[in-house]
């Protein structure tokens, strides 16, 4: 029982109002370890703790931090074992922590959850799923009723979409936000065989002689980036049409837009 310190982890890296927290540590500790939950200096409560998990409602106001430290009197002196933020907000940006994934290989569950746990340890809010598309202008391999079970990505890496899904449903059961990353006018070299027009696409003349890209000619890389307008209302909806078949498909939350700066004039 001589406990010099402890472990703490929380379920979820944010909570609901009103939403119970439930508390882990990795060890077992005296029976006369306390925790307490403090607001800034006001300490709400306190309690005996028995065995390594337990649970707190916390206060059901919104937009609202907490600190549980778990501690001991010894000798007459406290011994905090450890501490961890509790994070009760209804709306995630209010206080963003965002993070973010790159890889999508064939996993395990054990292994989803391995990299989210650690992820929620830090209590990471958002997720954004870094070059997870099949091409940029078609960010779904198949069909929003039959996606593909394997795609490559920009980088030519295998990406799988129970991996994909594996990751968002275990951010969600940590109350983190999966957002899917991709360019808001990036198009690969085969675009116009999945009916992008050339129309709608930026230059580097006004003579529309010359289409604007971002060079990947490394040989690691499926295409170059050729760049659409975003102002063209055609583009637009073609987008939020592919776009449209992710959230089909996938329960992703929301659309992490990526530009490439400033590229001069451009037409």
């Known amino acids: 029982n001589n406990v010099s310190s402890v472990s703490i982890s929380t379920d979820k890296a944010a909570y609901q109002p009103g939403q119970t927290v439930t508390f882990t540590i990795d060890k077992a500790v005296p029976s006369t370890t306390k925790v307490r939950y403090h607001h800034f200096n006001d300490v709400l409560s306190e309690n005996n703790i028995s065995g390594t ?8 106001t919104d937009f609202t931090g907490y600190l549980a430290d778990v501690y001991n009197t010894v000798d007459g002196k406290e011994v905090i074992y450890g501490s961890i933020a509790v994070d009760v907000s209804s709306d995630w940006a209010r ?3 965002y993070g973010f994934l790159s890889a999508y290989p064939q996993m395990t569950s054990i292994a989803i959850n ?3 746990n650690e992820l929620n340890r830090y209590h990471i809010n958002g997720l954004q799923f870094y070059d997870w ?10 069909t929003p009723t039959n996606p593909s079970a394997v795609w490559t990505d920009i980088a030519n890496r295998n990406t799988y979409f129970t991996t ?15 957002m899917f990353y991709n360019l808001a006018y990036g198009a690969l070299s085969d675009a ?6 050339d129309q709608w696409r930026i230059y580097k003349d006004a003579s529309h002689s010359t289409m604007a890209k971002f060079d990947l000619s490394s040989s690691m890389f499926k295409s170059s980036m050729w760049l659409m307008d975003p102002s063209s209302s055609n583009w637009q909806q073609y987008l939020a049409s592919r776009n449209q078949d992710v ?3 996938l329960g992703f939350d929301g659309f ?6 400033d590229w001069g004039a451009v037409y």
Do not use: E
Request: net charge positive.
């Open 95 to 97: 206080f963003p922590r």
């Open 247 to 249: 959230y089909t498909a």
């Open 133 to 142: 598309q099949y091409k940029h202008h078609m960010p779904l391999s198949g």
């Open 256 to 261: 992490h837009i990526d530009q490439l700066g």
């Open 192 to 197: 116009a065989s999945d009916g992008v027009q």
């Open 53 to 60: 998990s337990w649970s707190w409602t916390p206060p059901s």
């Open 164 to 178: 994909v899904k594996g990751y968002i449903d275990a951010a969600h059961n940590c109350n983190m936000k999966a």
């Open 114 to 116: 391995y990299y989210i």
